[in-house]
């Protein structure tokens, strides 16, 4: 079984910069892809970005390609988000996902973690 858990949320003014931190436990050779959504009050969740396992092809949204940069250290089985020119519309709750084998899309969610970009 696999597990992932964010970690680095926080509050941040606008223009700065947060990082946060997806571990994942367990089968991890059966993970196939790793991505972050996110989901702001009275929104649907959407798709931030994402990075192949074995490849490290990387995958972002209109929304935030050139200001976050996700990348993947496999010998600790961590992917992270580094997000820079935040703005406000950037504040949502974080969440990573892991896609395995077999399924057709992102099958194993964390628990999300608190991004709120503010002066």
């Known amino acids: 079984q696999v597990q992932v858990m964010e970690s680095g949320g926080g509050l941040v003014q606008p223009g700065g910069s947060l990082r946060l931190s997806c571990d994942a436990s367990?089968?991890?050779?059966?993970?196939?892809?790793m991505g972050w959504f996110r989901q702001a009050p009275g929104k649907e969740r959407e798709f931030v970005s994402s990075?192949?396992?074995?490849?490290?092809?990387?995958y972002y949204a209109d929304s935030v390609r050139g200001r976050f940069t996700i990348s993947r250290e496999k010998a600790r089985n961590t992917i992270y988000l580094r997000m820079n020119s935040l703005k406000p519309e950037d504040t949502a709750v974080y969440y990573c996902?892991?896609?395995?084998?077999?399924?057709?899309?992102?099958?194993?969610w964390g628990q999300g973690t608190q991004v709120t970009v503010s002066s």
């Open positions: 996902a892991a896609q395995r084998v077999g399924a057709s899309s992102y099958d194993l």
């Open positions: 367990g089968r991890t050779l059966s993970v196939v892809a």
């Open positions: 990075i192949r396992w074995s490849g490290g092809t990387t």
